[in-house]
């Protein structure tokens, strides 16, 4: 993931691998439209699936950004 990853603030190394661990990796997102994100965890919320907007996509470099 180093290679990737370029993180901000005090992330931990054990964070840093756990996205890239398969076991907590797969099926925990989802791509929404921002106009349509908070409906989309709604619907989700009402269905018994735990759900919450964690970030964005943005125009860059193609490298993930992750905040502590």
Same mark, same amino acid.
């Given at each position: 993931? !180093? ?6 603030? *005090? &992330?931990? %190394?054990? @964070? ?5 661990? =398969? ?8 791509? !929404?439209?921002p106009e349509r994100a908070a409906? *989309? &965890?709604? %619907?989700? @919320? ?5 759900? =919450?907007?964690?970030?964005?996509v943005r125009p860059g470099t ?7």
């Amino acid at each position: 993931v !180093a290679e990737v990853v370029d993180p901000v603030g *005090a &992330v931990s %190394e054990t @964070a840093l691998l756990l996205l890239a661990d =398969a076991q907590t990796s797969g099926g925990l997102l989802l791509g !929404a439209a921002p106009e349509r994100a908070a409906r *989309a &965890v709604e %619907e989700l @919320a009402a269905q018994g699936v735990p759900a =919450a907007v964690v970030g964005e996509v943005r125009p860059g470099t193609g490298r993930i950004t992750v905040r502590a």
